[in-house]
């Protein structure tokens, strides 16, 4: 039931925090420990290289798992597509571990590829917020989301819960595996879950950025380097799916290869700057964009922010970063399908879950 909310996708962003702390005690023991299926562990310590299997938002949390499971564990990495992965079939390692990241458990792109890596005898963990799905039954492994039914056709929630499970999976490995971190993620966790909250409360800013950038125009751009280009991809695709606005997510440097072209004055650039590393040379992109017109809106993070950031998000722990800058994007795109009404929870030619190939 959405209760007193006017859309389910409204009150989804809003359960974000609750999910968070949800999570943490879920998956955290009376000892403060990771609580993981051993078998798990296993197959994670087990393995040379995970390739994670996904499509669309789960596709966007996975490109962030791989940054946790690399940075994190010293895991390799692959994410694929799941409906191109049988036309690219890798080159597979000695010893694969497969992990499927879905929401809804019933994507049949992923079944497809389980089915065929079950056949070549590889485990298979899955990600999801139905355990009793298709998916989980079929894997080796569940791993749950612990987000609550998730009613809207764009997915806000789940991405979330999708990263903060991932990281959580890295760190259990890290710690299998003897790697030391300097951190303690279900602490990180509850900073994020703040931080969010800190966002949700300020929603009046984000319906005032959707009224003035995107309340007629037909496209906007949404870029950021490393992994703000990941979180740019996923504030496209929500953008676009909702509101109809044709929403691209570029890398910042990737820009003058080719897509600085369509800059014309007032076409809208979403900018993430949360990254020191890359805060100058986002910027620089930001201004190269600029000086072709475009309406630039900047959304950095705290103690990176510059005058004229039209959002400055509250500071947590770098890796954690993405799982709080998504929020903006996702009321952002709220509201700009709002304006433009469009049908929120229920946009046209989408489904919940695609049980077709
Ligand atoms: C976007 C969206 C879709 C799903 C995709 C995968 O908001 O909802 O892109 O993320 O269809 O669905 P699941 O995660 O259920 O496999």
């Known amino acids: 039931e959405k ?20 999570i943490i005690q879920e998956y955290q023991d009376d000892n403060d420990d990771i609580k993981l299926d051993k078998d798990i562990r296993k197959a994670m310590k087990k393995c040379d290289r995970v390739y994670i299997i996904a499509a669309g938002t789960s596709y966007h949390a996975g490109l962030i798992g791989k940054e946790f499971l690399e940075k994190i564990a010293e895991v390799p990495t692959e994410v694929h597509v799941a409906s191109e992965f049988s036309y690219n079939f890798p080159l597979l390692s000695e010893n694969p571990l497969f992990v499927f990241i879905s929401q809804s458990g019933e994507t049949a792109d992923l079944r497809s590829v389980l089915v065929e890596t079950k056949k070549l005898g590889h485990p298979a963990l899955t990600i999801t917020n139905v355990p009793g799905s298709t998916l989980s039954r079929e894997a080796n492994y569940t791993m749950h989301l612990h987000a609550g039914p998730e009613i809207a056709v764009a997915s806000t929630k789940a991405y979330t819960a999708q990263m903060a499970v991932l990281a959580i999976l890295a760190v259990d490995t890290a710690r299998a595996k003897g790697i030391e971190l300097d951190f303690d993620p279900m602490q990180e966790l509850g900073i994020v879950s703040n931080a969010m909250e800190a966002l949700c409360d300020q929603k009046e800013v984000f319906d005032q950025i959707a009224r003035d950038y995107l309340s007629t125009t037909r496209n906007c751009f949404f870029i950021g380097r ?5 979180v740019g991809l996923e504030g496209a ?7 109809y606005i044709q929403a691209e997510g570029f890398a910042g440097g990737e820009l003058k290869h080719g897509t600085i072209a369509l800059i014309e004055d007032g076409t809208p650039v979403i900018a993430l700057a949360t990254q020191e590393h890359v805060n100058g040379s986002i ?3 930001v201004q190269e964009v600029v000086t072709r017109g475009a309406n630039d809106c900047i959304i950095s993070l705290e103690g990176l922010d510059r005058e004229g950031d039209a959002f400055v998000i ?3 722990h770098r ?8 929020l903006p994007l996702q009321l952002i795109s709220y509201y700009a399908a709002l304006h433009r009404d469009c049908d929120v929870d229920k946009p046209r030619n989408l489904a919940k879950s695609v049980t077709v190939e």
């Open 319 to 326: 890796l954690f970063t993405p799982l709080v800058s998504v």
């Open 314 to 316: 509250p500071k947590v």
């Open 237 to 243: 695709l929500k953008l676009k799916e909702i509101s």
């Open 3 to 22: 209760g007193t909310y006017p859309h389910f996708m409204l009150k989804e962003i809003d359960e974000q925090p609750f999910v968070m702390r949800k």
């Open 226 to 230: 490393g992994s703000d280009y990941y």
């Open 283 to 285: 910027r620089s992109n």
